[in-house]
């Protein structure tokens, strides 16, 4: 169904934008939502990404036209942290800052990665995931220390929080493309940028940028603004909410003896 | 049923965190004693951050506490006057401990300062209650073998200060109480737990008080020291999970009194013996994890701005 929405939006989009001047092949894309909420049972989320190739002459011969999209999350501060063997137990010993470190990462292509891209078209738009959080904000000293940086990757990736996935991207008739980028259950609030790529020839032709919005909701939203917001009154009200639950209790299980 | 908690950030089963709070209720309900101490290392497990883990400890607690001071209320088993003697030094301790948990969370230690903390004082009160159950038990066994004396004066009694506690039959000096009070006020800062594993052998042992008074004062001031540090994290770190503390005291309650029931069964010097071994069992579970070489030797925790 969405596949067909899109097709039909493709469709109805290429003679629209025909006329102004373009690059000879570029690109429209969509979200099949544009924001996504955190509710209390907020599982994941599944956002599809779809678009087609608008050109005004004959498809060109060749390299195939290949499909780049990523998805990035908002990005924060971190430190990283080694335990060592110390006195015979296991405890944090060096650490390392990294200024900004992105919480979700997803790159999705049609292609091999190492086929639809170059590397020198992946440093100029910092597409892969270890050149992303590079490109971020490294600071000297981790830069010095390559082995807390791809700890950084390497435990995001087993989070699910980095994700590569090669060959998910559909591209048909080298015009009409889809994919579904999942969003992990652990979600960072904030705006997720998402970028689109068309290369041929490894060499990056058009992008187009989208954004989704994610915000915790309904009680979520409640509860973790009003911990932020009056951190007083959160903690009394937890505080009477824990002393209701216990009377309550103890006042039911007295009425009936068993 | 997956829940998406909204501090913690992470998506537990809603069911399991009700299993979770049920089962140490129903442990706390039977021996006595708050079941922080099984709570928080149980939310470590599940993936719950540690600073969520300890502050929503610390809640939880609250309730349970309340569930079972009710029930010693009944039976005239609180002494108010030493319960706000110890209160006192609690709240000093609190504060303190919320002190030294923040500057422990900047250094990148507060896990390994809280599972020390686990180990020395698990490992020592689960050894001296499993030494003290056994020789009472052997004790039971051998009739006309010597009565202890019920009171024993000792260098706690010849400290300045003194005041009377007419429901536990003590006339001593505040400083013992206030003591024991503000470090296990610490303890509960830093550990999420209530202390009554610490507080009960003091009571006992250290001031000397009668065994029938003494949870229901532990219970009595652990409430207060407890809510302190709940609000003084939420205040601090904004740390308490109030979803979490729902469905952990929702759990813990029904847990606490039907273990309250089932412990009315047992035998007290068996009882103990179990407590003992119990609290020898997760010492040395966080102990294991401690000595053991992790999988994964990096970490990644927020990091501020430079």
Same mark, same amino acid.
């Given at each position: 169904?969405?596949?067909?929405?899109?097709?039909?939006?493709?469709? $109805?989009?290429?003679?629209?934008?025909?006329?102004?001047?373009?690059?000879?092949?570029? #690109?429209?894309?969509?979200?099949?939502?544009?924001?996504?909420?955190?509710?209390?049972?907020?599982?994941?989320?599944?956002?599809?990404?779809?678009?087609?190739?608008?050109?005004?002459?004959? #498809?060109?011969?060749?390299?195939?036209?290949?499909?780049?999209?990523?998805?990035?999350?908002?990005?924060?501060?971190?430190?990283?942290?080694?335990?060592?063997?110390?006195?015979?137990?296991?405890?944090?010993?060096?650490?390392?800052?990294?200024?900004?470190?992105?919480?979700?990462?997803?790159?999705?292509?049609?292609?091999?990665?190492?086929?639809?891209?170059?590397?020198?078209?992946?440093?100029?738009?910092?597409?892969?995931?270890?050149?992303?959080?590079?490109?971020?904000?490294?600071?000297?000293?981790?830069?010095?220390?390559?082995? $807390?940086?791809?700890?950084?990757?390497?435990?995001?990736?087993?989070?699910?929080?980095?994700?590569?996935?090669?060959?998910?991207?559909?591209?048909?008739?080298?015009? +009409?493309?889809?994919?579904? #980028?999942?969003?992990?259950?652990? +979600?960072?609030?904030?705006?997720?940028?998402?970028?689109?790529?068309?290369?041929?020839?490894?060499?990056?032709?058009?992008?187009?940028?989208?954004?989704?919005?994610?915000?915790?909701?309904?009680?979520?939203?409640?509860?973790?603004?009003?911990?932020?917001?009056?951190?007083?009154?959160?903690?009394?009200?937890?505080?009477?909410?824990?002393? +209701?639950?216990?009377?309550?209790?103890?006042?039911?299980?007295?009425?009936?003896?068993? | 049923?997956?829940? @998406?908690?909204?501090?913690?950030?992470? &998506?537990?089963? *809603?069911? =399991?965190?009700?299993?979770?709070?049920?089962?140490?209720?129903?442990?706390?309900?039977?021996?006595?004693?708050?079941?922080?101490? =099984?709570?928080?290392?149980?939310?470590?497990?599940?993936?719950?951050?540690?600073?969520?883990?300890?502050?929503?400890?610390?809640?939880?607690?609250?309730?349970? &506490?309340?569930?079972?001071?009710?029930?010693?209320?009944?039976?005239? *088993?609180?002494?108010? %006057?030493?319960?706000?003697?110890?209160?006192?030094?609690?709240?000093?301790?609190?504060? =303190?401990?919320?002190?030294?948990?923040?500057? =422990?969370?900047?250094?990148?230690?507060?896990?390994?300062?809280?599972?020390?903390?686990?180990?020395? @004082?698990?490992?020592?009160?689960?050894?001296?209650?499993?030494?003290? &159950?056994?020789?009472?038990?052997?004790?039971?066994?051998?009739?006309?073998?010597?009565? %202890?004396?019920?009171?024993?004066?000792?260098?706690?009694?010849?400290?300045?200060?003194?005041?009377?506690?007419?429901?536990?039959?003590?006339?001593?000096?505040?400083?013992?109480?206030?003591?024991?009070?503000?470090?296990?006020?610490?303890?509960?800062?830093?550990?999420?737990?209530?202390?009554?594993?610490?507080?009960?052998?003091?009571?006992?042992?250290?001031?000397?008080?009668?065994?029938?008074?003494?949870?229901?004062?532990?219970?009595?001031?652990?409430?207060?020291?407890?809510?302190?540090?709940?609000?003084?994290?939420?205040?601090?770190?904004?740390?308490?999970?109030?979803?979490?503390?729902?469905?952990?005291?929702?759990?813990?309650?029904?847990?606490?009194?039907?273990?309250?029931?089932?412990?009315?069964?047992?035998? /007290?010097?068996?009882?103990?013996?179990?407590?003992?071994?119990?609290?020898?069992?997760?010492?040395?579970?966080?102990?294991?994890?401690?000595?053991? /070489?992790?999988?994964?030797?990096?970490?990644?925790?927020?990091? &501020?701005?430079?």
């Amino acid at each position: 169904m969405k596949a067909l929405l899109a097709l039909i939006l493709a469709l $109805f989009a290429l003679p629209l934008c025909a006329q102004t001047e373009a690059p000879t092949e570029a #690109i429209v894309a969509g979200l099949s939502q544009s924001s996504v909420s955190i509710t209390a049972d907020f599982s994941g989320a599944e956002i599809m990404v779809y678009g087609a190739v608008k050109r005004e002459s004959a #498809i060109p011969e060749g390299d195939p036209l290949r499909i780049v999209v990523t998805v990035q999350g908002p990005s924060a501060p971190l430190k990283v942290r080694r335990k060592d063997h110390r006195f015979g137990i296991w405890l944090n010993n060096a650490a390392v800052q990294i200024d900004s470190a992105p919480s979700f990462y997803a790159v999705a292509t049609s292609a091999p990665l190492a086929v639809a891209l170059s590397a020198t078209e992946d440093l100029r738009h910092r597409i892969t995931i270890p050149r992303a959080v590079r490109a971020v904000g490294i600071s000297a000293e981790a830069d010095n220390s390559p082995a $807390f940086v791809e700890a950084l990757l390497r435990i995001r990736a087993a989070e699910g929080r980095y994700v590569l996935r090669e060959n998910s991207v559909a591209l048909t008739q080298q015009t +009409l493309f889809r994919t579904d #980028i999942a969003l992990p259950t652990a +979600l960072t609030e904030g705006d997720y940028r998402v970028r689109v790529f068309l290369t041929r020839n490894g060499k990056v032709v058009d992008r187009v940028e989208r954004a989704i919005w994610v915000r915790k909701a309904g009680l979520e939203r409640f509860f973790y603004q009003s911990a932020h917001q009056q951190p007083l009154l959160y903690g009394l009200a937890s505080l009477i909410v824990a002393a +209701l639950a216990g009377w309550g209790a103890s006042v039911m299980f007295s009425r009936f003896r068993w | 049923m997956q829940l @998406f908690l909204p501090i913690a950030e992470v &998506s537990v089963n *809603a069911f =399991l965190l009700i299993g979770i709070g049920g089962v140490v209720g129903f442990l706390s309900g039977l021996f006595g004693v708050g079941g922080g101490f =099984l709570i928080t290392p149980l939310l470590f497990f599940i993936g719950v951050p540690p600073a969520v883990a300890v502050a929503t400890g610390a809640n939880q607690v609250v309730a349970s &506490s309340i569930s079972g001071v009710l029930a010693q209320l009944k039976r005239k *088993a609180v002494d108010f %006057r030493m319960g706000l003697v110890l209160l006192a030094g609690g709240m000093a301790g609190s504060a =303190l401990g919320i002190w030294v948990f923040r500057v =422990l969370s900047a250094a990148g230690q507060v896990d390994l300062f809280v599972q020390l903390s686990y180990v020395v @004082f698990l490992g020592l009160v689960g050894l001296l209650m499993l030494q003290e &159950s056994l020789r009472a038990m052997l004790r039971a066994r051998k009739p006309g073998a010597q009565v %202890r004396r019920a009171h024993v004066h000792t260098w706690v009694h010849k400290m300045p200060f003194k005041m009377k506690f007419r429901a536990s039959g003590l006339y001593i000096s505040v400083l013992p109480p206030m003591m024991v009070g503000a470090f296990v006020g610490f303890l509960s800062a830093v550990m999420g737990v209530g202390g009554g594993f610490i507080m009960v052998p003091a009571m006992i042992y250290l001031l000397g008080m009668p065994t029938k008074v003494v949870i229901g004062t532990s219970l009595f001031q652990i409430i207060f020291t407890t809510a302190f540090t709940t609000v003084m994290h939420a205040v601090s770190s904004q740390t308490v999970d109030m979803m979490l503390a729902l469905l952990l005291i929702l759990g813990g309650v029904i847990g606490a009194q039907i273990g309250a029931k089932v412990g009315v069964k047992l035998r /007290a010097d068996q009882m103990r013996v179990m407590l003992a071994l119990l609290v020898l069992a997760v010492c040395g579970r966080v102990a294991l994890d401690l000595v053991l /070489a992790p999988d994964e030797l990096y970490s990644i925790a927020p990091g &501020s701005l430079p």
